[in-house]
């Protein structure tokens, strides 16, 4: 009984933790990319593309922590299509001036809010920053028409 008691302690205890990590990240996203993505990161037409995007990220498929590190890391600029809405002459900076682990934190974060089950590490981002992908090569990993 003492050990179902330690180990229902010890789930409770990580269900908190992963709960808190999870507004944590939620945090930062407000913090950082709201003001120009949304609140519930449904984007804001003419100005930033949604980021709560399923089929952006499904599409995606194992290269979507790639692209949203390589956008975080390197910006992206030009002329998308993004749910029917085209954003010309956008300009995200890069986020260079945001740690790591943040970025790995809303990365992961927004992915799972669109329903994608995948973490993305501190070392993919730092791997982003250091060989940064050209904006051009992000928009060629992007589906066509979503």
Not at 17 to 24: C, I, M, N, R, Y
Not at 100 to 122: F, I, P, R, T
Not at 133 to 142: D, E, I, N, V, W
Request: net charge neutral; aromatic share 4%.
């Amino acid at each position: 009984m003492r050990n179902q008691l330690k180990i229902s302690g010890a789930l409770s205890a990580l269900l908190l933790a992963l709960g808190a990590t999870a507004q944590a990240s939620e945090a930062l996203y407000q913090q950082h990319c709201s003001s120009c993505h949304g609140f519930s990161a449904e984007g804001i037409p003419g100005l930033a593309p949604p980021l709560a995007h399923s089929a952006l990220w499904q599409g995606l498929g194992d290269q979507a922590p790639r692209y949203i590190t390589g956008v975080m890391a390197g910006g992206m600029s030009g002329k998308l299509q993004s749910q029917g809405q085209l954003y010309i002459g956008l300009v995200m900076p890069p986020q260079s001036h945001l740690p790591a682990a943040e970025l790995a934190s809303v990365a992961s974060y927004l992915l799972k809010l669109s329903g994608v089950d995948q973490d993305v590490s501190v070392e993919a981002v730092e791997q982003a920053r250091s060989a940064p992908m050209s904006h051009g090569q992000l928009r060629a990993l992007r589906p066509q028409n979503l």
